[in-house]
């Protein structure tokens, strides 16, 4: 297949990373010659890589159209479909990797085409002869370590992560992996030092400042949470959810008065949002307003009866009042409806219940100790031995 001086100067721009002359270059060849193979090839492997699946798949079906066999055009496209959920495809990407010629995509493409049907011990040698086929290759050290995370080897997932970090050099989402492996391993300042990693190389991605902020809540660090939420409002002033952000690090902080400010302003922009309202409500409850906190709690709850962080919250209000474990269960004994697994939703029950049904509020916090939160656990372990023997 004779490949054209434009297909061929375009894949050289598109190895430097110049997508955008890359893709003129190949357009300009398909204008001369509408059946150029390479340049349809090449346009369709940078759609790929620019995430232009519609794009992408037009050029492979005008492909196909020419070379009915193509095996890398048959192979994306039995990806891209077996990401949409066609398990059957994994039989055309199976066989197209199998073949005596098969390329790097071939093989890669039904790595990925495992992976995105959670078949990770299957994708982990298929990924790894795509390694051997291009060895160092980023993207394809970033997937097998999604395949090896997903098989809970998770040593030899954050080498993967690390290995593909160091070959990219510019890419975030080999840092953010491991970054979460890291915490799935229990070493949070770790995953704190790879975020910040991560942000130096994408400093304008909010979700890896989220991320960093979230995981600075876990650590007890309120302080870098509060910075990391003035940078995400800074480059977003009118992102509802970054105001959110910077409200609760204020509110982690103790900084109750900033809290109470900061997130009333993210309430405005999201009125009904009940993340808010119930972030705002434990604000007021601190500073000694349980009335307005119940209203809050209430008003999430009438949005949407299925908002269980409400639910057990305005439960709780309840039971630190006299004479309130009546307006808890009621509110419990909805919210269990909705979410019968919930281990706050036993505990509180179970609280609830201790001073007028002992069976039922052993048999709550029994429920509740199954949870994988040790605080949870360990007052369910204090209720049941309070409840005494049956």
Sequence with gaps: MAVS????TAARLMKQGLLKDAALEFERALKQDPKDAAAMLGLARLRL????EPAARAMLQRL????????????????????????????????????????FFEVVNHGRGLLAHHQ??????????????????????TYLGMAL????????????YQEAAEASRTE??????????????GHVGAALT?????????????SLIREFASLCFFAGAPEPAIKAAIDLRMQQPDNADAIYLHGLASFVAGKNEDADRILREALAKVPDNAAVRIALAKVRRRLGDDAEAQKLLEAAIAADPSEVGAANDLAVLHLSRPGGATAARAVLTQALKTHPDDVGVHLNLALALADTDKAQARTHATKAQASTDKHIREQADRLIAALGAK
Aim: charged share 20%.
């Design 49 to 52: 890589a620019q995430h232009d």
């Design 120 to 141: 990770y011990t299957a994708a982990i040698p298929a990924l790894e002869k795509a390694l051997a086929v291009q060895p160092g290759n980023p993207q394809t050290l």
């Design 64 to 103: 196909v159209e020419q070379h009915p066999t193509h095996p890398e055009a048959l192979s994306h496209l039995a990806r891209l479909d077996a990401e949409k959920g066609d398990a059957r495809q994994l039989a055309v990407l199976e066989a197209l990797a199998a073949q005596p010629k098969a390329g």
């Design 172 to 185: 975030h989402l080999p840092l953010l992996l491991a970054a979460r492996v890291q915490v799935l391993q």
């Design 5 to 8: 001086k434009q297909a061929t």
């Design 149 to 160: 995370q997903g098989d809970k080897q998770l040593d030899r997932a954050l080498k993967r």
């Design 194 to 206: 790879t975020l910040q990693q991560a942000i130096l190389r994408s400093p304008r991605e909010p």
